[in-house]
T-cell receptor, first 117, second 113 residues
Framework: AQKITQTQPGMFVQEKEAVTLDCTYDTSDPSYGLFWYKQPSSGEMIFLIYQGSYDQQNATEGRYSLNFQKARKSANLVISASQLGDSAMYFCAMRESNAGNNRKLIWGLGTSLAVNP | NAGVTQTPKFQVLKTGQSMTLQCAQDMNHNSMYWYRQDPGMGLRLIYYSASEGTTDKGEVPNGYNVSRLNKREFSLRLESAAPSQTSVYFC????????????FGPGTRLTVT
């Protein structure tokens, strides 16, 4: 069965340092996609980054990068130069494997990140 | 563009009452979704609609009904609210074609007493 695991319920990082949030996934489908979303205390869900299973390079979006290790089935989010505004819950999700364009997302339980000044 | 909007933002219901959560998107997206988020449970899919006129059950559909009124609007109805339905409800949408990203509304915090 497809599954997303985020093993770090909570993380702390010092402002301006880099932090890695772990995500491992389980799927037998060769075609899949991985997402990271941010949920600040205000509650909205904000899309951060996407990695397709066939993408040759790791995805990057500004200070966010996705460390994609296909053989280890991991898709860790790296936030460089942490800012106070990065304090939030972070969710890893995987696009489920089936035919068609309306594949649903399978979600991890999230990691709470606190950035200390 | 307003993106995905949800009303109301907050709601308190008594057990047995009914209500409809409204969701609308102005991005011309084909697919729309309803999730609930509970502490320690992550996001769970309630219902989704791949396109106008179609709806399908997700992971936790019991106690809910949906209507895809048109391409823009996707409503979630609780016919007889129960305390177990106390949660934060999110509506999301995506294009349904080459884009995989889902865009989320601000959420509705529902309390059933």
């Amino acid at each position: 069965a497809q599954k997303i695991t985020q093993t770090q319920p909570g993380m702390f990082v010092q402002e301006k340092e880099a932090v890695t949030l772990d995500c491992t996934y389980d799927t037998s489908d060769p075609s899949y996609g991985l997402f990271w979303y941010k949920q600040p205390s205000s509650g909205e869900m904000i899309f951060l980054i996407y990695q397709g299973s066939y993408d040759q390079q790791n995805a990057t979006e500004g200070r966010y990068s996705l460390n994609f290790q296909k053989a280890r089935k991991s898709a860790n989010l790296v936030i460089s130069a942490s800012q106070l505004g990065d304090s939030a819950m972070y969710f890893c999700a995987m696009r489920e494997s089936n035919a068609g364009n309306n594949r649903k997302l399978i979600w991890g339980l999230g990691t709470s990140l606190a950035v200390n000044p | 563009n307003a993106g995905v909007t949800q009303t109301p933002k907050f709601q308190v219901l008594k057990t047995g009452q009914s209500m409809t959560l409204q969701c609308a998107q102005d991005m011309n997206h084909n697919s729309m979704y309803w999730y609930r988020q509970d502490p320690g449970m992550g996001l769970r899919l309630i219902y989704y609609s791949a396109s106008e006129g179609t709806t399908d059950k997700g992971e936790v559909p019991n106690g809910y009904n949906v209507s895809r009124l048109n391409k823009r609007e996707f409503s979630l109805r609780l016919e007889s609210a129960a305390p177990s339905q106390t949660s934060v409800y999110f509506c999301a949408s995506k294009t349904g074609t080459s884009s995989y990203e889902q865009y989320f509304g601000p959420g509705t915090r529902l309390t059933v007493t």
